[in-house]
């Protein structure tokens, strides 16, 4: 991992010690995939951040700059994944949050996952997960850094043949896997549950739903369960198939192909060899 | 702010740029006062921290070896305030958090809070905060690190002449303020809202509540504003009588000053002279 960090516009060595992102997870973030040295979604992660920064009036730092250290970070135009981390500035204790503060932000460079969908041509085993997401509007569809829910619900995958788990709503209504949004194959179309009362508004969910025509639509556990077909799908692995979701399983799925093939077309970097 | 970061038993200069407090608020933390150098409720935080480890099964560090810090940071046999920070340990992106790993966990001393209850004699000035507390039963009660619902809400109360808010959960009933737990004198005795759902079982509360002989029950906003009397109380500030909540207004009342005094008796950090 290479990193920089910067408080307001200067570069240091590390976040002081009293950070509110350490303190209160006071923060956002956006991972994203590049591609041969470039982001091909900038302008939609840079979107969700402008909008959870609205929502948590936290400052946002100067794209131009994000941008720069960001290319900065891929000047050999390699592959990988860039994490931009957006923490609100001031120091002190108490969660009263200082107006008009520079924030304090980290841009980190990664190698890309080993399970790409190549990688996992077979699909994905998933699971239920017992941890359920409390129903937060205020928090709803922003990347915020209160991540304890993914965190225990992640933990709830341990076993190394379960890839994800697919979490429930306070209600009991399905949401999305721990670190991907979800889509079904029912009737002929494809469907999302909404992200307005918990969960992540996924950049690869945002672009797939125009792009694939789908519906946002409350899902139970059986819709799933009873569904055609499956996908997982996040802005840095693009979209994989599900293959097992506890007993019910799933063979390969035209539509998920037809799926593939459309992301790839919006973004090139999920252009990936799948012919078997 | 005098500060000492470990990762495990062996001290570090600052936080890992990839820990995993900064990157999911996956944390815990504990506030203590401290009176002539110790700590009076030390066991009751310790406590606490534990039961939010094995809640998040994240490792403690010794706590020999964090009583033997705290100590040294104040070998003047000072007043202030004490914060402990338990992060988990481990690096890499990614939710799925690793078995045991050594944790990394920050002390830090500060001064002693301005609103003291002898600064603030004429009692608090509270609010009604429109941010709401989600229902997770998985993370209530303990003093974990996602805390932007108490940032959201405590921004509410920006105004000068506003020293707090008070809180209600998902289902409209009244849990706690920002950063205290909740106290109300209704039919001769004390009340205070369970912490079962969400809000933080406090080490103040905890103590007041076999002391007093308080009740836990669900309180509505009315029984709040139909109060004879309201204190909020924390383990850093004690008890703080309520003088005001939007335009209801309570003049002193004895059974507050009695639980003062049986506060300082159990306390000594907190027998303030409160004589008019």
């Known amino acids: 991992m290479t990193v920089r960090i910067f408080n307001g516009t200067s570069p240091i060595d590390a976040w002081p010690a009293d950070a509110r992102a350490i303190a209160y997870g006071d923060g956002l973030f956006e991972t994203m995939r590049v591609h041969r040295g470039s982001v091909p979604w900038w302008d939609a992660h840079w979107e969700r951040l402008v909008r959870g920064a609205q929502r948590l009036r936290l400052s946002l730092p100067g794209q131009a700059q994000v941008r720069e250290e960001a290319t900065a970070l891929f000047d050999d135009a390699g592959d990988g994944v860039l994490k931009l981390l957006l923490g609100r500035g001031g120091t002190g204790r108490g969660y009263a ?43 709803a569809g922003i990347k915020h850094c209160n991540r304890l829910e993914q965190v225990l619900a992640r933990a709830e995958c341990g076993d190394a043949d379960v890839d994800e788990g697919l979490m429930l709503n306070h209600d009991g209504m399905v949401v999305s896997a721990t670190a991907a949004n979800v889509f079904v194959w029912r009737d002929g179309r494809w469907w999302t549950p909404p992200v307005d009362r918990c969960g992540v508004a996924g950049v690869c969910r945002s672009r797939l739903i125009p792009a694939l025509d789908a519906i946002e639509a409350q899902l139970s556990k059986e819709d799933v369960e009873g569904a055609e077909a499956v996908f997982l799908c996040n802005a840095v692995r693009g979209i994989l198939a599900v293959a097992q979701l506890g007993a019910r399983a799933w063979p390969s799925h035209r539509a998920v192909d037809d799926a593939r093939r459309e992301l790839a077309r919006i973004h090139p970097g999920f252009a990936f060899d799948l012919t078997p």
């Open 97 to 139: 949050p200082a107006a008009n503060v520079a924030p304090i932000w980290m841009l980190s460079r990664h190698s890309l996952p080993t399970s790409l969908p190549h990688a996992k041509r077979a699909g994905l085993i998933l699971r239920w997960c017992e941890t359920r997401l409390a129903l937060q509007p205020l928090l």
